[in-house]
């Protein structure tokens, strides 16, 4: 298999150099840029897999050029910033972002999240093929799509493999910390209530009410877990 190819965009040469070298040495093909304009160009050059992208650029503003790289491919985008409110946070998140990491940061954080990543390119396993159908909603695990009344919803990897984890166990209650050890496929030793920002992002796209969800619901105190009526029940198809 072909190493995974990563654009690094950051303005600071600095912190854009160690991360390009560091992931060299790990058998990555990588390119850089230092703005957004380059940016957009070495995308369409290079086709990346993965681009770890700065918010705060010379000329562009990340959360955009995150959104503009996903509408033209399927590449996972992993923000890095210095911005540490929970709101920069959710908002990338809501802007596409597969994952999300603060300044400074470690090295060693940083490969395991990239390996998290692009680990989410696998093969799916024959055991996990079905498609499950519930009701208005059908989960594609093959083709990594899920569709409501016939219309396909845009999901990062990340709320993809969450909610096909919890459909997969409908009626079961899942603590957060189970869902990220099951979810993340990495040891996340960050706040736990990025599963609360994942699972808002999610409801926003499949949930009539999201006051009032019916299908992804709150267990209080305890964690989420995937409810449909019992006269609906689900259909796996092949």
């Not at 920069?88 to 596409?96: E, Y």
């Not at 499950?132 to 999901?155: A, G, H, K, Y």
């Not at 736990?192 to 699972?199: N, Q, T």
Request: with cysteine; net charge negative.
């Amino acid at each position: 298999m072909a190493p995974a190819k990563i654009l690094v965009v950051d303005d600071d040469p600095a912190i854009r150099n160690l991360i390009h070298r560091f992931l060299a040495k790990h058998d990555y093909q990588m390119e850089s840029a230092e703005d957004g304009k380059t940016a957009m160009t070495m995308f369409e050059q290079f086709n990346p897999d993965l681009v770890i992208l700065d918010v705060n650029l010379p000329d562009a503003n990340g959360y955009n050029l995150c959104q503009e790289m996903q509408s033209r491919t399927n590449v996972f985008v992993l923000m890095l910033t210095s911005r540490t409110d929970e709101a920069d946070i959710i908002r990338g998140f809501s802007q596409g972002a597969d994952e999300y990491i603060t300044k400074p940061f470690r090295l060693a954080e940083l490969e395991v999240r990239v390996e998290a990543l692009l680990r989410r390119i696998r093969d799916v396993k024959p055991a996990e093929q079905q498609s499950l159908t519930f009701d208005r909603i059908l989960i594609d695990p093959v083709r990594r799509e899920v569709t409501l009344d016939r219309q396909l919803i845009p999901l990062t990897a990340l709320e993809f493999d969450l909610l096909h984890f919890l459909a997969s166990h409908p009626g079961r209650v899942w603590r957060r910390k189970e869902l990220i050890q099951q979810v993340w496929d990495y040891e996340y030793v960050g706040d736990e209530r990025v599963v609360d920002v994942h699972i808002g992002q999610i409801r926003k796209k499949i949930e009539t009410d999201i006051n009032q969800p019916a299908l992804i619901q709150t267990v209080r105190g305890v964690g989420y877990k995937f409810e449909v009526p019992e006269s609906l029940g689900s259909v796996a198809t092949t």
